[in-house]
């Protein structure tokens, strides 16, 4: 599940550009019927990416700590060397 997940994030990157999104958005969009079930999946898959530098995230505009899971809302930015 998890490489399905990196890789719907770094797609979604991609479509946003410098844009920011929010994890939720992924999951809304990968699986729409079902998604509240996944967003644990979506945040271990997000900090995954982050840790590798591909993603940053950010909440309440600072970069959360890359050896935890992050409570709250958060956003994604994908790393213009991605």
């Given at each position: 599940?998890?490489?399905?997940?990196?890789?719907?994030?770094?797609?979604?990157?991609?479509?946003?550009?410098?844009k920011s999104f929010c994890p939720?958005?992924?999951?809304?969009?990968?699986?729409?019927?079902?998604?509240?079930?996944?967003?644990?999946?979506?945040?271990?898959?997000m900090m995954q990416l982050y840790?590798?530098?591909?993603?940053?995230?950010?909440?309440?505009?600072?970069?959360?700590?890359?050896?935890?899971?992050?409570?709250?809302?958060v956003e994604i930015t994908l790393?213009?060397?991605?």
């Amino acid at each position: 599940m998890g490489a399905i997940l990196e890789t719907a994030i770094l797609e979604m990157g991609r479509r946003q550009g410098k844009k920011s999104f929010c994890p939720s958005k992924v999951v809304q969009w990968v699986f729409p019927q079902a998604w509240p079930y996944f967003m644990p999946d979506i945040k271990e898959a997000m900090m995954q990416l982050y840790r590798q530098g591909k993603i940053s995230v950010t909440q309440s505009g600072r970069q959360v700590p890359k050896d935890s899971i992050p409570e709250g809302p958060v956003e994604i930015t994908l790393c213009s060397k991605t």
